[in-house]
């Protein structure tokens, strides 16, 4: 497929965390052709944002839901287990950013190793489904992690399925970077630097430029924006009206995040090639 | 107003009460990894006026030995992320996760269940879990559970800290509707019990029988009273699954029915998984290898010898108690009757003061839910014993309870 132009947005409002604001945001993002929301940010996380993107799952259809996740706060195990519940829920348009903000060095980088373990040790195609012949499942396809880092040390198997997007995209945001050589998503720091990343976004504010990022873009230099919101409300119609024309060929784009984005499971992050299929139940 | 009305919350891990439950006609095994199908049945639970949705939970994976079973409907999702996606699709059905104290910190429930309290407008409640299975550990870098009494003096601190922590978030705003999510508990031991009466709102229990039940709550109000709470302020909800007929041979014929659907296989990876020990490679023809069992359980070995020792005396072989084994309801009361049998049952059940209402657990999904809510659900209502609307919007209002908790540090 030709390289999608992505736009993206994070969002740490502490009123996001009551339906009655979160969902005409929810909306508003939508509208204007988000891929990609990121629930909270560093120094900057007024909710669970696990717990929000469960919520956001069932009541929008395109836009990627990305959760932040504290390193200091979290465990790989649970992380794990919850975003693949909301991968089936949202039908394969999570993603998560472990932020490094307040745990010790090399806690987060361990908290993405231990999470894609887990979700490694189930297979793509271990469900089987067949009520006929009583099998549920393929025992070959599912192994124990018995991963051991600096930090976590988590044996497995999760209790948990692989997610349909194999694993949630990994964004890394350069002002607050963790040491991973293959993210899916990097948002490029005020100094410039981008972060080992397949997709690589400039922060801009909403006042930048279209032509000249749509340039950069063709130039290979970037993959698409990203948008801190502070008024999420307010900013995103514009964003719309603004930004929308460079998202305007994908609107109607089908299929889950790694699809509509063109973005494979790094091969170094997965020891299978996609992500888990559910058969269909005869 | 409505003297003894029954109160109905309904437990939906995995796909049915039954170990077979998912072979069934009815059962949709695919949905349970799809939103449609807990949109489904939120809106079903709705309908029939549960006051909640409970999900279980573990925290490893099932199986024995390692070996992880190729028969039994696994792995369960996140119950946090099921019930706060089924908060947007409802608005009055209480949702309750079963989460662990051993194996979070204050800080991670807190902000977890803070989150679902405020996204769903006040209707989050915590089956609060000290977590009972010895191979949860290494998943959290342990080689051994903490003894049960250290679990529930952590589940002690836990709560304490977590309370403090929503009071913290109630005054920081926006605030919890109900000041903090409604907290339910499931203990049998006499740890586990003080802890319920000091701390529980709901509390499920198993009750196979209306003595049992009676006994229970009993037991419980007593408690309750004694760390000076009100026994009214607690709802005691005994498990019940069912499989309802025309009539109540149909019932039987049916239940036999959804037991056949298991086989030899599946039984004793049921077995196993509830010895602690693989049993796959034995003969099903063969005596019950006691000795094997014993050596390799994982489990408490006392109990688990209770288990097999009468059967291997009587020289049954492994795979006729697996069978049986498979069959018994884990101490809960099946139902197997018509719907008017049924809403008699827990019409008398209520009166007797045996139980506040019932934790529902369909013998399969969402087949189980939908008879249940369509034959059972109009019969209490006609009968003045269940709601026709929800009293108001938090899962506290719901359950007769004050619609905000004076939160005390
Ligand atoms: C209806 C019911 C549901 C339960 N659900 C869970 C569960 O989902 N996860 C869990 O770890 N324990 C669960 N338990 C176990 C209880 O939390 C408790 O450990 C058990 O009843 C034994 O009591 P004790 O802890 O006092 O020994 C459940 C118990 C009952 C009766």
Redesign the interface.
């Known amino acids: 497929m030709t390289r999608p132009f992505i736009l993206s947005a994070s969002l740490a409002e502490a009123a996001f965390a009551v339906p009655q604001s979160a969902a005409p945001i929810l909306q508003a993002a939508e509208a204007a052709g988000l891929d990609l929301l990121m629930m909270g940010r560093s120094g900057a996380r007024p909710f669970d944002a696990q717990v929000l993107l469960a919520w956001a799952a069932p009541i929008t259809t395109r836009l990627g839901l990305v959760a932040t996740v504290p390193a200091s706060n979290a465990h790989p195990f649970h992380v794990a287990r919850a975003l693949s519940a909301i991968d089936f829920l949202s039908a394969g348009r999570t993603g998560w950013s472990v932020i490094p903000e307040g745990s010790p060095d090399g806690m987060a980088e361990d908290m993405v190793g231990a999470a894609r373990a887990l979700w490694d040790g189930w297979g793509s195609d271990t469900l089987i489904l067949d009520k006929a012949r009583g099998r549920y499942l393929d025992a070959s396809k599912v192994r124990a992690s018995n991963y051991e880092g600096p930090f976590f040390k988590v044996a497995g198997p999760l209790n948990a399925m692989r997610p349909p997007l194999g694993h949630p995209l990994l964004v890394v945001d350069g002002d607050d970077p963790i040491d991973v050589a293959d993210a899916d998503i990097g948002l490029i720091g005020a100094d410039g630097a981008a972060p080992a990343a397949t997709r690589r976004l400039a922060k801009v504010s909403l006042d930048a430029d279209v032509a000249a990022l749509s340039n950069r873009f063709a130039a290979g230099e970037i993959d698409g924006v990203h948008f801190t919101l502070t008024d999420a409300l307010a900013q995103l119609p514009e964003i719309g009206t603004r930004f929308g024309s460079l998202v305007a060929d994908r609107i109607d784009a089908t299929g889950d995040l790694r699809a509509r984005l063109g973005l494979p499971i790094p091969q170094t992050a997965s020891n299978q090639p996609g992500g888990a299929v559910v058969p269909e139940n005869a | 107003m409505m003297d003894k009305q029954i109160h109905l919350w309904a437990f939906l891990q995995g796909i049915g009460f039954f170990p077979s439950g ?4 009815r ?4 949905g349970v ?3 449609d199908y ?2 489904r049945v939120a809106k079903l639970a709705e309908q029939g006026m549960f006051d909640a949705i409970v999900f279980g939970d ?5 199986g024995a030995g ?13 119950p ?3 019930l ?2 089924m ?3 409802t608005k009055h059905v209480g949702l309750v996760a079963t989460v662990s104290t051993s ?3 204050p ?2 429930l807190a ?2 269940f ?3 309290e ?4 006040g209707r989050a409640g915590w089956n609060i879990v000290t977590t009972a299975h010895p191979a949860t550990a ?4 342990d080689n051994d559970l903490p003894p049960k009494d250290e679990r529930y003096r952590r589940a002690k601190e836990v709560v304490a800290k977590a309370c403090e922590l929503w009071a913290a978030m109630d005054r920081e ?2 605030m919890l509707p109900q000041g903090r999510p409604v907290l339910v508990q499931a203990g049998q031991s006499a740890d586990g019990r003080d802890f319920a009466a000091r701390t529980a709102e709901a509390i499920f229990c198993p009750a196979a029988n209306i003595d049992a039940g009676i006994d229970f709550r009993s037991d419980l109000r007593a408690r309750v009273a004694v760390v000076g709470r009100d026994p009214d302020g607690v709802r005691i909800m005994p498990g019940l699954s069912c499989v309802l007929g025309g009539s109540e041979e149909e019932a039987r014929a049916s239940h036999a029915a959804i037991l056949d ?3 030899d ?2 039984a004793i990876e049921y077995l196993s998984e509830s010895l602690g020990c693989d049993l796959t490679p034995f003969d099903p023809q063969g005596e019950i290898p006691v000795t094997t069992i014993l050596e390799h359980t994982i489990l408490p070995k006392a109990d688990i010898a209770r288990a097999v020792t009468p059967a291997h005396e009587k020289r049954t072989p492994l795979g006729a108690f697996a069978a049986n084994f498979m069959r018994h309801p884990r101490g809960h009361n099946v139902f197997l009757g018509t719907p008017e049998q049924m809403a008699d049952m827990m019409i008398s059940w209520r009166d007797a003061g045996a139980c506040d209402g019932f934790t529902l657990q369909p013998s399969y999904m969402p087949g189980g839910l939908e008879d249940f809510v369509e034959q059972v659900v109009p019969i209490l209502q006609q009968r003045g014993r269940l709601r026709t609307e929800y009293p108001g919007t938090t899962l506290r209002e719901t359950l007769g309870l004050p619609a905000r908790e004076a939160v005390a540090a």
């Not at chain 2, 059962?27 to 695919?30: F, T």
């Not at chain 2, 573990?58 to 099932?62: A, D, E, H, P, V």
């Open positions: 998912w072979m069934h006609e059962a949709r095994p695919e990894f799809s939103m807990y949109a573990q925290l490893q994976s099932r390692g070996r992880t079973p190729e028969r039994m409907a696994m792995p369960t999702l996140d946090v992320s099921l706060t996606a908060a947007a699709v194996y979070n910190t800080e991670m902000e977890r803070g989150a679902m405020r996204i769903s407008g290494p998943n959290f870098g705003g926006p659907l298991a086989d296989a599946l």
